[in-house]
């Protein structure tokens, strides 16, 4: 029997890395190899910061290392970067990058990205280390050094913020650079003290390459604990130094309060309650109307309050919350100042929102109309909330991004994601993705790129949305 708790981890997925203000972005590291490269980092930058950035973040250059050069290293002009960001650059020692760093957020300034430029991947990850700990920002690395013929496997960085909540599935994404190792295998471990936690296995595709490769555990142990990351070294490798890192995570307990509100109590909210109240972590407000007059309340502590529209209003109340759910719910509910709490709730807040399927119905908070509508990471139009429902029954099948975030997680000790379900008989069509949203599930009826999505998401201000489209997803508890 296989039981599979979907909204569980979906709702902590939402607020895991942005509860507090130092978790709210994950950083994103990418590793070019060559200065000849220069044009495919100019590519990335402008892929990705300017779609996330306002214009006027700064982006800063380092060169990692004692280079008497790097003061005036920069890189070439690219006049969407230049019109976009004011770029900063320095390098040498590790307090000059220390400086660089302080400036811009001693001037209350945003960092919009950081590029390290190294000669070794020892420089690069130290530098790495110091940029990762002081901004939240995307981090690209360009490794400046000789080839050699000689197979290596270099673990980079283990990509943590050293802080972990107990009973909360943790990801680790490990940077690995791998020379002269194209079609080999590399078995990638994640050990405790005494046990191993997890491993991945990670197939090289070039000869000159870099990757990312999560892997999820849950901690079990409150307090500080001692990990290390080993990469299986090959028999003709030479270099098996650089094969293994260490980190430290806090484990602690920590209580995330999440509201949950719907128009009227659902099999799906009955069945998010209780997935969520199994979560000793978690403390659950719940808000439903039952009639014109009247609204069910379920406030986890006494002096949470018993007034929706008055924690809706006041912002300061709003914020106590880590994550907000949102079953069907109609727009007309919430007023301009309540929308604009729960949007600013989001962005600037850094708090969660999960979006429910069940807002298929016309003039849901997902309707155009809606003063909530821009926080779904899909567009969905009013044909498609007018004609929501499927045919057949659908198989929720995770993608690669979904199971690299640690979205899905079994109640055994498997990993078995091909399919989870049947979920459902029927779903929310939804249209494309907004830009920067990513696809974490899609539906397995149907092949191929146009398969629908099931559960999307993406990042807004320093906050994170969520739409999970099925309406009764409840069904997968079914699952065997």
């Not at 509910?333 to 604009?340: C, I, M, Q």
């Not at 155009?368 to 009013?382: E, I, K, M, Q, W």
């Not at 907004?434 to 559960?455: H, N, W, Y």
Request: hydrophobic content about 40%.
């Amino acid at each position: 029997m296989l039981s599979v708790a979907i909204l569980a981890p979906v709702a902590y997925f939402c607020y895991r890395s942005l509860g507090a203000q130092h978790r709210l972005l994950r950083i994103s590291l990418t590793l070019i190899r060559s200065i000849s490269t220069l044009g495919l980092l100019l590519l990335a930058l402008d892929a990705t910061l300017t779609r996330t950035y306002s214009v006027g973040g700064r982006l800063v250059i380092i060169q990692a290392g004692a280079d008497p050069s790097a003061a005036t290293w920069t890189l070439p002009g690219d006049k969407r970067l230049n019109d976009r960001f004011r770029v900063i650059s320095s390098g040498g020692s590790i307090p000059e990058i220390e400086k660089l760093l302080q400036a811009p957020l001693q001037e209350n300034d945003q960092i919009a990205g950081a590029v390290i430029r190294a000669r070794s991947p020892v420089e690069a990850a130290a530098a790495a280390e110091i940029v990762r700990r002081r901004i939240a920002a995307p981090l690209f690395v360009m490794l400046d050094n000789p080839s050699s013929s000689d197979p290596d496997v270099i673990v980079i960085s283990t990509g943590t913020d050293g802080r972990a909540i107990l009973g909360i599935p943790k990801t680790i994404h490990i940077t690995l650079h791998g020379r002269g190792m194209s079609g080999r295998t590399t078995r990638i471990e994640l050990r405790d003290e005494v046990r191993a936690l997890g491993s991945a296995d990670l197939i090289w595709k070039g000869e000159n390459e870099s990757a990312i490769v999560p892997i999820t555990f849950t901690p079990s142990v409150e307090g500080a604990h001692r990990y290390r990351i080993s990469a299986a070294p090959h028999e003709d490798e030479a270099a098996r130094e650089n094969n293994e890192a260490s980190f430290t995570l806090d484990i602690r307990r920590a209580e995330r309060r999440v509201l949950f509100i719907e128009n009227q109590p659902t099999w799906e909210g009955k069945f998010v309650r209780r997935a969520l109240g199994e979560n000793v972590p978690i403390k659950l407000d719940y808000f439903a109307q039952i009639s014109r007059e009247a609204v069910l309340a379920q406030p986890s502590e006494d002096d949470s309050g018993s007034d929706l529209h008055k924690i809706l209003t006041d912002f300061n109340l709003l914020a106590r919350y880590d994550l907000i759910i949102a079953g069907p719910m109609d727009a007309a509910y919430f007023s301009p100042r309540e929308a604009k709490n729960v949007n600013d709730f989001i962005e600037r807040r850094g708090g969660g929102l999960i979006i429910l399927g069940s807002n298929d119905h016309s003039g849901s908070i997902l309707s155009p109309s809606s003063g909530l509508a821009h926080l779904s990471p899909a567009n969905v139009s009013s044909e498609d909330l007018s004609d929501s429902r499927g045919e057949g029954a659908t198989f929720l099948v995770p993608t690669d991004e979904g199971i690299a975030e640690g979205l899905f997680h079994s109640r055994t000790s498997g990993d078995d994601f091909e399919k989870l379900g049947p979920i459902s008989t029927s779903y929310l069509k939804v249209g494309s993705l907004k830009p920067g949203a990513q696809p974490f599930a899609r539906d397995s009826s149907i092949a191929g790129p146009q398969s629908p999505v099931l559960v999307a998401g993406q990042f807004y201000g320093l906050g994170r949305t969520l739409l999970v489209s099925p309406s009764d997803s409840w069904r997968a508890m079914l699952a065997t």
